[in-house]
Structures are given as structure tokens and as C-alpha cells.
């Protein structure tokens, strides 16, 4: 980086695609070349071309996003900030009928479920937060099938068993949780709420629940690591660096700094097309710099905010590189995305502490099938081939995905699980309502525990066993044959009866 | 109780969150601790603040249901009549638009089936009866698979047989039922109709069907009880109280009072949390009072009428508690909510007269599974145990939930009930009709049967038999695959021959 | 009767529902006792009590319907003809409304399907008529399985075998058919056209397939077999009479006048309830007229025109009759209503010509299986039992319901049948378009037997083998877990790609 | 053809259905005997009749149809074209509606899938070329089931494996294929684009994938094969004429021009009944000249296009023609459209190459199974009674229909396929964009197999091993049993919280 300090003038020339200079924090950033690369797209960039970004720049990144995004040549040095012309924030119409629903949410006592925070989110969140969180890959069929799988368990509940005192209290990795379920990695939290990532470190603080961090978090890393209470656990998790220099750097920090698991993602060589994303990003361009249906245009534009992010990811990571891993930390080591019994045997073999039956949300590969279904099949085959039992504390099992009810995982740790990761929920539970919204969902969650533990005839999650569940449909991928149109067309339903004269009320 | 006579004007004072006394049948009660236990919401009480609430109270509360609720200290004693102002009671134009709806309904014979009764009743109800009845837990969907359920069971009727005569009478813990049905405990009658249980005990006297008391009836234990034709057979369905004089109290009553079966309730050690009739709950609040979205609104509000009404149930009510019971009382003991062979095994091997196979409507835990389905696993294991016929004088099988047609109920019998239990149906039936419609569900259930136990080739129910049914498919729980929207879109649909020119009728 | 005459003026003073007394083809009838029995609902007579009602009678009735359904003594004797007043015909705005939808059908050209004629009868038969032909059983589960059993059995077709000539005629009960499907009985054919059953008896006539006139024609039984054509056959279909000589008198008619075959209907010992059928009677009647909501209300109108017309046929109908019916006549006897695989071998061991597995058009017993899969059942056990082969000649296996593709029946000949009937359809048809429309239908039927033989690698039925269908999934009878509506409501579409600015074409 | 010329006022008097000539290209053809099996209906032709067709006839037709399908004494001769009236094309109303669509298409980079494509194909195609290429056979089931059988098809994905450099590149009857999938036979391009099937021929060039010309390409096979790029790979689909000599020359035409592979297609003795493409047609006719509802109506138009351009199909074709064409080629032969293990195991003993497991993309046989699914069939007892496993080199198996994504694709490699066909896309991608859009659909396949193959775990298309798919559903063809209508009517959906006030932006 050049010292010298740079008049708001000489910025202001580099206004245009050809060549954008940018402000942020006082310095001044060459961004032309990363134009296409934004997760945001480059039209937003382009806005504060030549300009201060600073008040855009900073609710969405974490603070050191720029500088280690930009290669050092293009951080061209200080403004002189006298200069620099003022950026008037204009805020549009739709943006201002957001606010207005922002301030039409309902009081958090009338949040019943995991699913109404989804519902609000929806309506206040911005449209590019949305799209972003709640896309996944392709058709999205495996991001729905991981919710569905769980309507595919049903319970053999017992009676006349004591249950005044219920306890779903657990262990994981060795550390306290108030419920076997921890808060699972998600990226670009301040999309969502300008607190980002620690709305979660603070109710995770609160309800005694861990939080796995995620590598791209839009907080720091040390920031939700300085913002956890005395005592917190806290995970990460990991995207391996085709520099693996950085990432022992991230984990001997982490280790440093009180990690208490490392979760290496397994399930992305590269980040999946998720085209509700994809889509979102043309809406936000320009119109007029949309080009014609030439081949000529080559800028590729469609990728949206997952794969612009992620080109640092090694799509080379192999079972081979476990061993530098353990070298280099004594974290317990857990994979991140299995998706069946023969890698979980290696993992397990390896000596690893510990596998995520996880298909990324949906996010990565359509058509995988969902943790909870692979973890019956892990359960089964690892019992048979080195006579495990799950729940195991030497060989933890987790699964992820579609989770929104209680219910959802006491089956899964009937069925062998260690406890259960929960990220979206709780991404739109703050992006909704902010810590309070996270707060109080961990709180439906600890009444919807209380019930179903006593409703299914279980003190403590030890009682919670195999017996409890019939999962004998999970294999089950059902479709309809194509249904009779010319048939069901001339089928009259049948009526109900109906009040005289007067219309209905509904 | 101070025995002091109170003015009027002094009970007007207390008129407010803060201290909010009423007056019932002339006496004076402080129920300003009771608010936000009252199962109908604290609005309704804070409406008659300081006032005369009676001609509110009475028509949908047991007289008893103040008293005994309230601790004594909180009876404050007589009012002085004279000093008391007029309560005049507004109607809203929500209330006047049902009262129209009430005066449109069809006429009775005009009612095909069960499902009509629910068709009208949901347009003529006061929406929080609706709200309480219709509920269930969570995502509702064990509520809907009990009736799902039964959808797939098939026939296999034998023809040829000299069908006549056909009778479906039965016999029900040694007492005589026209039909192989009783009427099951639904809890507050009186908000969906002025005479609540009493319609039932009416319309089971003309058809001789057996009645069962619930335990958190509107009318009071004896008033059913009292109206009961000569001859008339009751059962009571109980909540174990967790002050065990009180329980004893009830059952000894019970037997005095001529109950012949006593079916206790297990699966229900805390009532379900049933959103539709939490969000009625809000609604009906004064929005005024609604908190804000702060952490600090501790007042749980979210409960609905169910959990209100039940927190004296015993959460440590227990196998050990089976003895005690069979020493106060020589009444056949049922268990209501058994859930899996293993406790219909324990309750066998424990010398009870049975067991219901139910999950309560649906209203307690979210995917278990429905009665008819643990039918099927109960009749196989406890033949296969001790070596059991079912339909059995000595143990008895009785399934609930779900039940709309005979055909139901045939199914249930065909696979080894002695009898099904069906609720909410004749509660649609009288807080539609009254008692009325009560007498004309069981007149339509006795057309079905009549026509159905010809078509399927039985002259009574012993000749209905298991090989008659094909539930083969009983225990499959089939979720689709999440569709392909993007096909489905594109994909456009057959179409029908069409008129030319003109409009089509439909 | 007495034979005195009748003025025109007494016959007009017995004009209420108290004394109502008819004038048909120059006769007076005393029906007031017949008015709640009366198919076609009361209020219908009662339009002209003290009148002539030939000129409605006619169109839908067979002539003797009132001599044979009215006791001689209400025969009253011929009317002095000058003196009845005239009738005049008023034609409601609905009627008016029909008539042009008729006069817009399509061309039969563009009639493509069986479902096109549906799609069209619905629209412009009387209301009545489409209520009686389309309706079924309680929730008409088993009238719409009947269809949707075909959707489970797929095609294994063979190719490169020479089919340049296809032939899909067959021999049913020693009779040829250029189709392996006949006409099967349905009641009542003057409700959709003037012609009735006739038009089914000329277009059978034409394309050298077997029609089955029903008991319940509108058509008499001599009128249609008068009207078939020299050496054309003809079967004849039974309900059983309570007074046997009646029956007797039926069957030895039948075969005098050339019948070639008794199908005996053993699934209708009382006729269904079918509430479509049932309501519409509602809608025709007065709403002066409709009682109010007291129990008081004894007349039941609520049971559709196929009670009514019914009440002869005998309930006591017993295996033990089946002897003295071999005695009575020499046609091939053939049970119509089988439903399981035990009384298709009883059948079979009685020395019986074949049954017909049916389940009388999903107009019985609801969730009565499909007669496609009893088919399957029946032709494992039978060969298991008693060593059958099928299609057989000795003892024929028949199936009804739900066909309308030629691939149907294709399916059901692999499986083992000798032929299909068909009702419904071509009673669409004709009440389409009458006569022209049966032949339409049949043509259709051939152009689809041609392509799917070809396709199936078929030259004749004998090619069509069991191995060409796959029937594993006959018996799933799958009932999809109920949704979850909160995740669903969620849930964003996939969107497809958009045009730009304009407005799509669809 | 007589050598004279003929005068235009000569022509214009044959301007009628009775006799109609028409001008192409300055020759005259009476094409009066011809009108009624023309693809596109009589009512184009006659528009022209005794005119000059030639403008209307370039785009939709290979320049020899007209010579071949008239037999020579049609063919009058040669035009004095200056005698000739000028004919004046008229834009209807609806093809400026549809042009006005053209032009607000999305640009290329917005197309994110195989979806898009046909969802802008079917807004901006002329209406009778969606018909003719969406329809398909009797009531669409099997097409349809195409697509939906992929998804009862899941994923084990494998982890930890170096995917930097993926390669799915492979050998297709010994030609390099840069993908597992060629760009199947598809009839009548034009329809959709004035370059037809050479926009097929260019992309296919570009991206290095093989081309299957069809025996009903719009272009000339000759035009289709001089555009190939040098060395590009092309293979030929052949319906085999009832004539054996033209079949010959076509064959060795095609194997001297250097087409590598032979596909007879054995699914089509007859082509179907696609009733889409039917109803169009009468759509396109006047309706003044549609006939009445009279059977004397004899001239069958309702047949659509494919059966028109198809009478020369012999339905004689056997396997003993086979050895026939193994004398007239060295060219490999695969037989397309085998649709049981039987037939592809005869195909196999007779020496051929492959099948294609087809139906014929849902336009043939209805209820034929899905070449996916029989795919699984075939491996399995090729693999039993011969010993075969695949991919196999010496007789490999191709699948075709329903195709999207390139999971489908991957999905039939781990089964056993050597490649997979995929035709509509390709006919929308250029119906919506031309040559372009076939470029971006094979681009975005890449794009998508690159990502996919990631994400598997698989470096190259023989690390895809059967244990990377779950298909044990595959034979599942699962129908619901009909939904109960009134309880559903009953049943009150479940609510998602709402905002207050204000109207929500969904």
C-alpha cells in the first residue's frame, strides 16, 4: 500500500466500472477487478463509486472483509478526509414499506413456534438477506426433504412414569448443554440484523446452549469469542484454505482463544448453485447494463452471494489431510457433512471425535438425502461392523437440517444422535426480532421439551430410547404417480352442508 | 370467607389489573392472582371488574367452578344486592352476525353425516369454542392422521349371507350398548351450548349408548348424573389429582353415584399445548394491553383454556399407583391414551378391565400414532404374549380419534376393538343443534351401520371378523417427496372438451 | 281398479300432498301414499296433483312403471279425457340455460376420450340426472379408487413383433365380442336422454359388443331386446325380488326372448347411501316445505332416487338360493358384487359360469376395493387352490369400474380377465349426444385397442400376457401423512424464468 | 410430371377443397388428395390454395417434403411465374402478440436451468409447435412419470476426497462424448425455429457432444451432416419404411457420410395418439367447415401431426429383419426404445450394440415405464443370466426422457448407463433463443456437472459406483388413496403469525 493520502478529488475520478475506487473506514480501495466477484453484486458497489461506502460497508461486513479480500496492491491508502463529498443515503420505497412492517411485527409472547420467525423474517427482512438465507441447491427438494424426513418418525410413547421432574440436559463434547442441540454455523449473519453472529453468542450465553461459529461469520472472530460469558463453549467451524498456512493460523487461534470443537466442513469442494440466490442478484442489477442474449457476454453474474464468497475453499481436501489436522490441534476433530455409513466408519476408524450427518441445508447437493435419515443408517452399520452403541461419548453423532420442533429432536436422539444442529431458525429468529427473537425461540424450544419429554414418558434424555420412535418408513422417498387431470377435472367434489341464504363467515 | 356483607360500591372499586374483585351469584370474590389462569383470558374477567359478572359466568361454567378454583381466602363474602349497578350486556356485531348464522342453518334432516355437523358448527360456534375444540397439538398432525388412518384399512365383504336382520349391539365392560360406540369425555361443553354434557346424556338415554363423564365437564358431576335415564349407563373419565384425598373423594362418588367403569386418563401428566387456541387467546385480548417486545412481558399469556384448567393434574402419577387405586373402588379401571403394546401388556398383566388406545384427539403429543394403528400392534403382540383373542370380555380394547363414519367404527371392531370411543363429533353435533342434534348423529351412525354391516356380510358383530379388513398398509407413515416446482410449472395441464361460444355452468 | 270414469273436475280436487291423485296416458292414479317413495322426490308429483302428468312422465319412465309400482287398488280408472284441463309446460331459466349449453356442444369429431363425454354430460344433463349417474357411497373413496387402482399397474411392452394386423376381439360366455368389454347395467337411462337404454342396444348393435340390461331400465326389458338387431346378444342383470315368482317370472322370460347370460348383483342387499344424490333431492324441494329442526320430522327425504326404486330387492339373498336359480333356468349364471377371493371360489366350486369382481361403481360399501385388485387376488389364490388358469373359459372372471382407456382394459386382460364392463361412460355419452355418442365412444375404443396392442406388442388378446403388466403396487393403498402447514406457508416457490416488462400470454 | 407450363390464372382456379393446387418454389403441385393428412391441417393449404406457398412453406418444411410425399403425378410442372399473384402475408393479432413476447425474452445469462428454457419456449413458440412438441400420449402419465421417477432416486455422496480437477468426458459407441449424454432425435424443428435441427448440429460441435439426426429432421439429412464440424460425431435415428429400398438407401447414405451409430427406433410400429396436439388442430380449423355432430362425418382430422408425417412406418417390423440390416451396414446398431429386460437381453444375444431404454419420451404407449426404472431392471438380469456389469463397452445401455439436471444424468451413470439422451430441453432452448440457447443449456450442464461431480466425491465418471445412489424406490408407483373432501373442507388450516395491521407484501 502506497502512504501517500489521496484527495476526495482524485477518488472521485474513478466513478465507472473501467476503474472504481472506493472509501471505506478512510482508506482508499482499488475494487474494479473484484467488481464481479461481490456476494452483493457489483451494481451496489458501483453506487458509491469514486464515494465514501463506509455507512454501506459496514453493517453487512466484518470489519476486516475489505482488507482481506483485497490484495495488498490495491489498498491504495489514506483519504484526506476533508475532501471527500458527503454521501447522501437515500432510502427508497421499498425499503421505507419495510420499515413499516418492521414496526407492524407482533409482540414476541404471540411467537408460538420455530416456524413463526420464519414467517416474520420473510415480511421484514431485506429481500437480498432472504434469498440469501433461504435458498438452497437446485430444485431444493433435499432442503425440503430434510424437514419432511422428520414427519416420516412417529412415537411409541409410555405412560404411568413419573415425570414431575424432566431433565434434557447433555454432554457434548465433553461440554455442558441445557439441550442436546447447539447452534449451528451460518454465514453472513448481518445481512439479517446489524448485531450479526452475536445475537447468538449472547442467548447462547443465556440458555446455556453452545454456539459453532462459522468461518464466515460477518462479526469477527474475536469479537464473538470476546462477547461470550465467562465459562461459554463455543465451536468452530471450519472452511479449509487452499493456503493451509491460514488455516492452521484460524485453528491454533481458536484453539488459543477456547474453542472447544473443530468442525471441518466436509460437504463443500465448492458452494452449491442455489438460484433463488441467483435470481435475487439480476433483480438487483441495473436493467440497463443488463447485457443482450449475445455468448459475448461473459461476465458470469450468476453466481450468487455463496460461490463469490467461497473461492478460497480447497476443493482438494482429502482423507489424507486428517492427520496434519490432529497435528496441529487438540481440539476434538468432527466432520461436518457425512452423508453415509462408510464415510462415518473411516471418520470413526480415523479416530475422530465425531461426525455431522449433514447435507449443508440443502445447499449443497439436491437429491442428498437428510441427516436424520442417514444417521439410522450410520446407527445400524457402525453397531454392526465395530459394535457401537449411539448415543456414544467417544463417537458423537450429530445431525443437521430441518429441525423446528422439539419433537423433532428427541427423535433424533432416540434414534442415536448426541444432540442436533439448528441454524436457520435462529438466523431468522434475529433477523425478525434481534436477540430477543433468539432468546425467546430458545425458550419455545425449552417449553416444547418440557412437554414432550413428559408427553412421551422420559425424565432425562437416557430414557429417550430406540423403543420410542417407529422410523421404519425414513427410507421411504415417495412420489406420486402423475396425477389424472382429465379425471380429477370432471370429478365434483363433495359438499359439506351449508347454512341458508346468508353468506358463510369464511 | 369473611362473612361481612360487601357494598357495591366498594366491589366497584376494584376494578382494575391491580385489584379486581367480582361478584357471582351474589358473592363477592378478589380474583386479581386468578387473571392469568383464567382459561378464557384475563379480558373477559377485567370486563366485569368491579362489577356483577354472573349472567356472563353462568352459561358456561359448572356452578362449582369459582368455588372451588378460588381459595377460600379469596371469597370475600355477600354483596348487598341493592347497592350492586346493572350490568348491561353489549352485543358486538361479530356475536349478532353468528346469531344469524345461527338462525340459517339447515334443518336437521338435511344433515347427511358427521362431517356435516362440524361444517355448521364451525360457522355458528363462538369462535374461542371453535378454537378450544378443533385445536390440537403442535402441527396438528396426529390430530389428522387419526382419521387419516383409518383411510387405510379396506374392506373384504362376503356376500351371499341372509342379511336381513342385522344387528350391531354390543356388550361394553358387562353393560349393554346399541352400537359398538360410547360417547367420550370432552372437556367444557357449555361453551359450544347453555346445556354443555347434558345434551349427551340425553341422546344417549334415547339410544342407549353409554356415556362418559368427563372430569372438566361444564355441568357438574351430579347434574349428569341426575338426568341420566333410569337404567342409564355411565362411565367417568378421570384426572388424577395431585392431592389424592380429592381423587378419592371423586372415584368413591362415582361408584355411589352408580359409574360403572372408571377410565383414567395417562396421557395427559400436562396438557398439549394447541396453538390455534393460544392465537385465539390473543385475539381476544385488548390490544391496548399487548406488551412489547421486550424480554421483561414475563406474564405468559400463551397457554389457551387447555393448561389453565389443568394444573392439579398429577405430572407423578405412576405404574405404583395402579394397587391403590383398585382398593378404593370395585369399578372395571381402564387406562385412557395407552400408546404401544408394551403398556397394554403391563395393564393386562396388572388385572385391569382394559385399555383406550388413543392419543387424545390429538391434542398432547404431536406424531404419535393414532388408536387404530396401535390396534393392529396391541391385538398381534398380546396374542402372541399370552395368547389373547381380541375382541376379549376380559380385556378390552377401545380406540379413539378419527372416527366420522361406521365404517370406522367397523374397521376398529373388525380388527379387534370391543368398542370406539368418538368426541368432538357429537360436540359439533349440540353446540350446532343441541340435543337435537345429538339424537340425529346417533340416528345417522345407526342408518350407516344398518347398511353397512349388510354390505359387508355381517349379521352382528361377531361375524364381523379380522379377515374382513385389509390394514395392511396401517403402519405406513408416507411423506412425498418435496414436488419439483419448476416442472410442475411448465407443465401444463390436459384439458377437458369444452363447450363452444358460451359460458360453462361450473 | 274400478272401472268407472273419471271427470276431469273430481280428479282436480285431489290436488295437495293430503289426497293427490295423477292423470298418466289417460288413467288416474291415486299416489299419495307413493309421494315420499317417489325416485324422483314429492315435489315433482305435486306439481301436478289433480293433472295430467304424461307429458313429464313419459320422457323418463318405462311405460308400466306405474302400474307395476302402484297397488292395483290405486288404479282408479280411466279420466273422461274432455274434460282435463291442459298442462301447460313451463320451461325455468335453468332449463333455458341447459338447453343452450346444448346446443353448444362440440362436434363429436372433437370428442378425443371417454372423459371428454363426462366433461360435456356434466354440462348439460339435468342437474338430477348428473346427481343420480355420478354420485356414490359416503365419501366416494372407493368410487374414484376404482380409477386410480389402474394408475398402479404399468406396461412391460415387447417390441418387434409384426403387428401390422391386431385383433382384440374375444368370446364372452361363448358369445362373440369384437371388444373384450361389454355394457354393463346401470339404472335409470331416460334421466340423461329420451331414448334411454336404446341407444346403448344400437350402438352395441353396431360394433358387435354385448350390452347387460338392467333390472332398473327405463327402457322396458322387451322394448330392448325388440330393438336389438338379428343375432345380436344381449345378457340380462338381476336384482333378486323378495317374491321369488316375480323373479322366476324375469329370468324364464329372459331367456325366452334369447338372453345369453344371468348376471345375479349379490352387492346391493339395500342400496347405497350416496349424499350427492341425497342433496339434490334437498335443492329440488320447496323450501316452504322443509321442516324445521325438530325431531318431529319423520318423513326421510333423504335418500335419493336409488332407495327409492329398490325396496323390492331382497336382503335374505343366500348361497343356499344359488340351486334353485339352476333350476329356473339354463344361462350361464354369474355372480355380479365379488369382492374377495373366497367367494369367487365358492362361486367357482358351485359350478357357476363366472363372477364379475365389482364393487357396483363405488355406489355401496365406501372402501370396498377396486375390482383390478380383487382381480389379482382372485386369480393367485384360484390358481393356488384350485389350479386355474386365467383368462379361463370354464369360469370367467369379469371386472367393472373405473375404466375409461382402452390401456385399462388392456391391464385387466394381462391380469386374468375375460372382459370389462363399462357403465358410467356411455351413459355419458348418450346423454350427451345420445345414440351418435355411444358409437363414438366405441369408436374411440377401437382406434385406442389398435395403438395399444401395437404398442404393447400384441396381436391378439392371447399375446397379452401377465408378464406385460407390472401390478406389484396393487394393494398399496397409500394415505399421505397430513401436511405441515406452517413449514408449507413458508415454504417460497421455485420461480421459473420471466419475460420482461409484458404481460405473459397464459 | 408433365414438362408444360403452367399459367397462374391456370392455378388460382383451382382454389378449393374439391380441387386444390398450390405453387412452391415455381412448380406446381395438386395437392388436392393430400389435404387431409397434412401435419399442419388442411386449412394452412388451403389458405394458398391456387396460390404460391412458398414463403409460408420455406420455414416449416425440408425443402424435398413436398417432392416425396406427393407421388410424381402430382407433381404438374413448372410455373410461368410472371403470371403469378403476389401473396400478402397477413400478421395476425396473435403472432404479434407472440412477436412482442420474442422481444421481452430474458438475456441468456438469467437462464439459470433446463427449466427456463421451456418456460420462455412456451410463451414465445407459435401455439401448434408447443403442442406438437409438449404433447403426449392418451393422458400424459408416462410422460410425466419421466421426470418424477429421478426423484424417487437419492444420493450417498461421498467425502475427503481431492475433487480440484473433475472429468466427466466419456466414449460413446467408441466416440468421445465431452458429457455422458447426446442430444436425442427429435421431429420437426422448424416448427420451432427456422434453423431447425441445425442449431442442434452447431452447439453440439461447439461443446463436443454427439447429435442423433432424426429420420423427421425439418432440415435435409444431408444439410444436417455438411454443417458438422470436422470430425464432429453424428448418429442417426431411423424409422424404417415399409418400403426395405428406401430404409436401405437411407442407411448406407448415412454410413457413407460418416454417421457412427444406428438407431432403430422399436417403440413406434404406429405413432400415438397425443391428444394436445389433437385439439390444436381443431383450434386452427375454420370453424365454419367443422362438421356437425352427424356420424356420416367420415374425414378423421383429429390425428394431429405426428400420425400424418408417419404412415410410412411399418408396423411389420420384427426381429427377424434384424440380420437384414446387419448385411447393409457396418454401423454399430442399438435398437431405441426397449422397455424390458426380455427384449434387451435378446438384443444383446443377437450381437447388437445397446438399447436405448425409452418410451418414446411419454408420445407412445401410456403407463410405459420410465427408461430410468427399467434401467434397473436390465442391469440387474443382464448382469444375473449373462454376467454383464455396467457401463459396458460392448453393449451399453443408453436411457432417455424426463431429463433436467445433470443429477438425473449422474444418476442413470451410477446405475449402469454409458450415456443418457435429453431432446426437449434442447427443442425449447432453441424454440426460445436459437443456436444460442443450445449453447447455454450444454453450458449450463457443464456448469452443473462440474459442481455435481464435486460434490459426489467423484473425479471422473467410473468413480460414479451404483453405491453413490439410493434406488431401491424406484419400482414404487405409488397412488393416494382419494383425499376425504369433507374432512378436509372441515379441517382449518394451521396459521403462521401475522404482522399487525398492515398488509403483508406476499
Known amino acids: 500500500m502506497s502512504g501517500r493520502t489521496i484527495s476526495g478529488k482524485e477518488v472521485a475520478q474513478h466513478n465507472?466500472?473501467?476503474?472504481?475506487?472506493?472509501?471505506?473506514?478512510?482508506?482508499?480501495?482499488?475494487?474494479?477487478?473484484?467488481?464481479?466477484?461481490?456476494?452483493?453484486?457489483?451494481?451496489?458497489?458501483?453506487?458509491?463509486?469514486?464515494?465514501?461506502?463506509?455507512?454501506?460497508?459496514?453493517?453487512?461486513?466484518?470489519?476486516?472483509?475489505?482488507?482481506?479480500?483485497?490484495?495488498?496492491?490495491?489498498?491504495l491508502g489514506p483519504v484526506d478526509v476533508g475532501t471527500v463529498e458527503?454521501?447522501?443515503?437515500?432510502?427508497?420505497?421499498?425499503?421505507?414499506?419495510?420499515?413499516?412492517?418492521?414496526?407492524?411485527?407482533?409482540?414476541?409472547?404471540e411467537i408460538l413456534n420455530l416456524h413463526d420467525f420464519e414467517a416474520i423474517a420473510k415480511l421484514v427482512m431485506p429481500e437480498k438477506a432472504w434469498a440469501y438465507y433461504s435458498s438452497a441447491a437446485d430444485d431444493e427438494i433435499t432442503n425440503r426433504e430434510n424437514h419432511a424426513a422428520y414427519h416420516r418418525i412417529w412415537f411409541r410413547p409410555r405412560i404411568l412414569r413419573d415425570v414431575t421432574n424432566v431433565d434434557w440436559s447433555t454432554t457434548i463434547l465433553g461440554q455442558k448443554s441445557r439441550m442436546p442441540l447447539y447452534i449451528s454455523a451460518t454465514?453472513?449473519?448481518?445481512?439479517?440484523?446489524?448485531?450479526?453472529?452475536?445475537?447468538?453468542?449472547?442467548?447462547?450465553?443465556?440458555?446455556?446452549?453452545?454456539?459453532?461459529?462459522?468461518?464466515?461469520?460477518?462479526?469477527?472472530?474475536?469479537?464473538?469469542?470476546?462477547?461470550?460469558?465467562?465459562?461459554?463453549?463455543?465451536?468452530?467451524?471450519?472452511?479449509?484454505?487452499?493456503?493451509?498456512?491460514?488455516?492452521?493460523?484460524?485453528?491454533?487461534?481458536a484453539e488459543e482463544r477456547g474453542i472447544k470443537g473443530l468442525f471441518i466442513t466436509v460437504d463443500a469442494p465448492q458452494l452449491g448453485r442455489r438460484e433463488k440466490d441467483m435470481r435475487m442478484k439480476f433483480e438487483a442489477e441495473d436493467p440497463a447494463e443488463v447485457t443482450s442474449n449475445k455468448q459475448e457476454d461473459k461476465v458470469d453474474r450468476s453466481q450468487g452471494a455463496a460461490r463469490a464468497i467461497s473461492s478460497f475453499i480447497d476443493p482438494g481436501l482429502?482423507?489424507?489431510?486428517?492427520?496434519?489436522?490432529?497435528?496441529?490441534?487438540?481440539?476434538?476433530?468432527?466432520?461436518?457433512?457425512?452423508?453415509?455409513?462408510?464415510?462415518?466408519?473411516?471418520?470413526?476408524?480415523?479416530?475422530?471425535?465425531g461426525v455431522v450427518l449433514s447435507n449443508h441445508g440443502g445447499r449443497q447437493l439436491d437429491f442428498a438425502r437428510s441427516g436424520i435419515e442417514?444417521?439410522?443408517?450410520?446407527?445400524?452399520?457402525?453397531?454392526?461392523?465395530?459394535?457401537?452403541?449411539?448415543?456414544?461419548?467417544?463417537?458423537?453423532?450429530?445431525?443437521?437440517?430441518?429441525?423446528?420442533?422439539?419433537?423433532?429432536?428427541?427423535k433424533a436422539v432416540a434414534?442415536?444422535?448426541?444432540?442436533?444442529?439448528?441454524?436457520?431458525?435462529?438466523?431468522?429468529?434475529?433477523?425478525?426480532?434481534?436477540?430477543?427473537?433468539v432468546d425467546r425461540a430458545l425458550e419455545i424450544l425449552n417449553d416444547?421439551?418440557?412437554?414432550?419429554?413428559?408427553?412421551?414418558?422420559?425424565?432425562?434424555?437416557?430414557?429417550?430410547?430406540?423403543?420410542?420412535?417407529d422410523a421404519h418408513n425414513i427410507h421411504q422417498h415417495v412420489v406420486a404417480v402423475p396425477g389424472d387431470r382429465l379425471y380429477d377435472n370432471n370429478y365434483e367434489d363433495m359438499q359439506i352442508a351449508r347454512l341458508r341464504d346468508i353468506k358463510s363467515k369464511l
Not at 453484486?41 to 476486516?64: F, M, N, Q, R, V
Not at 492427520?323 to 462408510?342: D, H, N
Not at 442417514?374 to 457402525?382: G, T
Not at 444422535?417 to 435462529?426: E, I
Request: hydrophobic share 40%; aromatic share 8%.
Open 16 to 75: 465507472s466500472r473501467e476503474s472504481c475506487w472506493i472509501i471505506v473506514h478512510g482508506k482508499v480501495y482499488d475494487v474494479t477487478e473484484f467488481l464481479p466477484d461481490h456476494p452483493g453484486g457489483s451494481k451496489i458497489i458501483l453506487k458509491y463509486a469514486g464515494k465514501d461506502a463506509t455507512a454501506e460497508y459496514d453493517p453487512i461486513h466484518p470489519p476486516d472483509a475489505i482488507t482481506t479480500n483485497l490484495p495488498p496492491e490495491k489498498h
Open 374 to 410: 442417514i444417521l439410522v443408517e450410520v446407527v445400524a452399520k457402525l453397531g454392526e461392523l465395530r459394535g457401537l452403541k449411539f448415543p456414544n461419548e467417544k463417537f458423537q453423532l450429530f445431525v443437521d437440517g430441518g429441525v423446528r420442533r422439539a419433537t423433532d429432536v428427541i
Open 448 to 469: 416444547e421439551f418440557e412437554m414432550n419429554m413428559r408427553l412421551i414418558g422420559a425424565r432425562n434424555l437416557k430414557e429417550i430410547v430406540p423403543e420410542m420412535v
Open 86 to 109: 458527503k454521501v447522501e443515503i437515500v432510502i427508497t420505497d421499498q425499503e421505507k414499506a419495510r420499515q413499516e412492517r418492521m414496526n407492524a411485527r407482533p409482540p414476541l409472547s
Open 187 to 253: 454465514a453472513l449473519g448481518k445481512l439479517g440484523h446489524p448485531d450479526g453472529e452475536l445475537n447468538l453468542t449472547r442467548a447462547a450465553a443465556k440458555h446455556g446452549v453452545i454456539q459453532m461459529i462459522p468461518t464466515l461469520a460477518s462479526c469477527s472472530f474475536d469479537e464473538l469469542v470476546d462477547n461470550a460469558a465467562p465459562g461459554q463453549v463455543q465451536f468452530l467451524q471450519l472452511y479449509v484454505n487452499k493456503d493451509r498456512e491460514i488455516t492452521k493460523k484460524i485453528v491454533q487461534h
Open 318 to 353: 482429502d482423507w489424507k489431510d486428517l492427520p496434519w489436522f490432529k497435528s496441529i490441534t487438540k481440539m476434538p476433530i468432527i466432520l461436518k457433512g457425512v452423508q453415509c455409513w462408510e464415510d462415518a466408519l473411516i471418520a470413526y476408524d480415523q479416530g475422530l471425535a
Open 415 to 437: 434414534l442415536g444422535a448426541t444432540a442436533v444442529g439448528v441454524g436457520r431458525p435462529f438466523i431468522y429468529a434475529f433477523s425478525a426480532f434481534g436477540y430477543e427473537g
